[in-house]
């Protein structure tokens, strides 16, 4: 049987490297949503932006679920350490 070590700073380390993955990737999406649209408004014209802009915009939606799930990770990462936090203080308070 395999033993896992949790402690707070570490849930909380978890937490942090969601919300940093998450804010690096709704900025490169928004990056790459602009440049989209820049390159399919401007430089490329006619059946080629037509095709470029539709097939991003078909992958949109699971690009933009993906962001969401990011940050519903760390939102329930955050729940989770407040709740071991919980349970390590009540642990203690009953110890004594």
Do not use: C, P, W
């Not at 707070?8 to 928004?30: F, M, R, V, W």
């Not at 699971?62 to 989770?80: F, P, R, W």
């Amino acid at each position: 049987m395999s033993v896992i070590h949790v402690d707070e700073a570490s849930l909380n380390d978890l937490k942090q490297a969601l919300q940093t993955a998450g804010e690096s990737y709704k900025s490169n999406l928004a990056r790459l949503t602009n440049l989209i649209n820049e390159i399919t408004r401007g430089d490329i014209q006619g059946d080629l932006a037509t095709e470029l802009l539709t097939k991003f915009q078909a992958k949109e939606t699971v690009l933009n679920k993906l962001a969401e799930t990011i940050d519903e990770a760390a939102e329930y990462m955050g729940m989770q350490t407040t709740k071991f936090g919980d349970l390590i203080s009540s642990t203690k308070a009953g110890m004594h």
